[in-house]
């Protein structure tokens, strides 16, 4: 996959490289990022690429010019152009997993006010959130998208490391995990992780990843796909476990 990002602050990227799994996707070559300076592309003699808004208003709008020159310097048939934006659609894994389909992402990153509507209206595809909230600038979002994507690219996880267990990938949030010693400051690891069981060990952790679901984020589970059936399976593993 191959991601451009269009950007007013191309240094940021550079850390990339070096970075945990999205560097070994880098080096593995699952993925290949270009950091674009939009300002670049700025036709004025001070490389300005904001100005004010027009119909007054506090702070400064990115100009379309620019950005428009900087998408088509870059921009295939098989893009797909993203604005990282606090009014586009959240992020989900499932978003995720979508975008790891395709060949090419254009990410926009904004800066200032935003930039000028006639550009998310024309020339994006998508405009994606991280979350509810506002950040300074776009750069953020699309390293957090990058990461997303760069661990769920074909061989960049070991099967230690896989995907499929953690938070987020089958619609609940990750079961508890304990490592040595067995017991700390007088708290115990479950016995059913100690058993040797793997059925049982299973199970628990299905049933803990529901629990850890219901108390953190209720509202994941409106998205289960069988929550009748995972429900059942609460059921069993807590009789299994003898606590019911």
Same mark, same amino acid.
């Given at each position: @996959?191959?991601?451009?990002?269009?950007?007013?602050?191309?240094?940021?990227f550079d850390m990339l490289k070096d970075y945990s799994i999205v560097g070994r996707a880098i080096d593995s070559e699952a993925i290949e990022i270009e950091a674009v300076n939009i300002r670049d592309f700025s036709t004025d003699k001070h490389r300005r690429v904001d100005d004010y808004p027009y119909g007054g208003g506090k702070g400064m709008v990115m100009k379309p010019e620019p950005i428009h020159s900087a998408i088509e310097s870059c921009k295939k048939d098989?893009?797909?152009?993203?604005?990282?934006?606090?009014?586009? $659609?959240?992020?989900?894994?499932?978003?995720?997993?979508? !975008?790891?389909?395709?060949?090419?992402?254009? !990410?926009?990153?904004?800066?200032?006010?935003?930039? +000028?509507?006639? *550009? *998310?209206?024309?020339?994006?595809?998508?405009?994606?959130?991280?979350? +509810?909230?506002? /950040?300074?600038?776009?750069?953020?979002?699309?390293?957090?998208? *990058? +990461?997303?994507?760069?661990?769920?690219?074909?061989?960049?996880?070991?099967?230690?490391?896989?995907?499929? *267990?953690?938070?987020?990938?089958?619609? !609940? %949030?990750?079961?508890?995990?304990?490592?040595?010693?067995?017991?700390? @400051?007088?708290?115990?690891?479950?016995?059913?992780?100690?058993?040797?069981?793997?059925?049982?060990?299973? /199970?628990?952790?299905? /049933?803990?990843? !529901?629990?850890?679901?219901?108390?953190?984020?209720?509202?994941? %589970?409106?998205?289960? $796909?069988?929550? $009748?059936?995972?429900?059942?399976?609460?059921?069993?593993? %807590?009789? /299994?476990?003898? $606590?019911?």
């Amino acid at each position: @996959m191959k991601v451009h990002v269009l950007t007013l602050f191309p240094e940021i990227f550079d850390m990339l490289k070096d970075y945990s799994i999205v560097g070994r996707a880098i080096d593995s070559e699952a993925i290949e990022i270009e950091a674009v300076n939009i300002r670049d592309f700025s036709t004025d003699k001070h490389r300005r690429v904001d100005d004010y808004p027009y119909g007054g208003g506090k702070g400064m709008v990115m100009k379309p010019e620019p950005i428009h020159s900087a998408i088509e310097s870059c921009k295939k048939d098989n893009s797909r152009v993203i604005y990282l934006s606090p009014q586009g $659609k959240i992020m989900t894994q499932s978003l995720v997993k979508e !975008l790891t389909e395709e060949e090419h992402l254009i !990410l926009l990153a904004g800066h200032y006010e935003g930039v +000028d509507n006639r *550009i *998310i209206e024309n020339f994006v595809d998508d405009e994606i959130s991280i979350g +509810d909230y506002v /950040l300074t600038g776009g750069e953020l979002p699309a390293m957090v998208m *990058i +990461d997303a994507i760069s661990r769920l690219m074909p061989g960049v996880l070991s099967s230690e490391e896989s995907y499929e *267990i953690e938070s987020h990938y089958e619609g !609940l %949030l990750e079961y508890p995990q304990y490592t040595r010693p067995r017991v700390f @400051m007088g708290k115990r690891v479950p016995d059913v992780l100690l058993s040797g069981d793997h059925s049982k060990i299973s /199970l628990w952790r299905q /049933l803990s990843a !529901l629990r850890t679901t219901f108390m953190k984020r209720p509202d994941m %589970l409106k998205e289960m $796909k069988n929550p $009748k059936e995972q429900l059942n399976l609460m059921d069993s593993m %807590l009789k /299994l476990i003898g $606590k019911r």
